[in-house]
């Protein structure tokens, strides 16, 4: 039985771990956490935020997905992205998905990121 997503995988181009971190701990706020020495081996860099995980792992011939990426749950949805924008992120709001507030946004390689809120109805 499946019963939860225990992290999300992203790939990344050789040699860009220091940008990396610079955006995933330092902009976003996540805490990067060590990975086993067989696989820190292969670059690339894990970060967490809470019980949400994201890997990072290299790829040779890397290509950023247009479509595919996490969908990250936020509080505080307009000062995130201030946030984000003061990192030096662009944020690209949508309002297309009902009950929700969101933004997308791309790592410094260019992974495309979703960032959202539900918003509580008025009565």
Request: charged fraction near 25%; aromatic fraction near 8%.
């Amino acid at each position: 039985m499946l019963t939860a997503v225990d992290h999300v995988q992203l790939a990344a181009p050789a040699g860009c771990e220091d940008l990396l971190r610079a955006y995933y701990a330092d902009v976003l706020g996540m805490e990067e956490i060590p990975k086993p020495p067989v696989l820190a081996a292969r670059g690339g860099c894990w970060f967490r935020a809470g019980t949400v995980q994201l890997h990072l792992g290299i790829e040779e011939d890397f290509r950023p997905a247009r479509k595919a990426h996490p969908g990250l749950l936020v509080t505080g949805i307009e000062a995130y992205a201030s946030r984000l924008e003061a990192g030096g992120a662009r944020v690209v709001w949508d309002g297309n998905l009902p009950g929700h507030r969101r933004f997308y946004s791309e790592d410094p390689v260019g992974n495309r990121l979703e960032f959202l809120e539900p918003v509580c109805p008025t009565p």
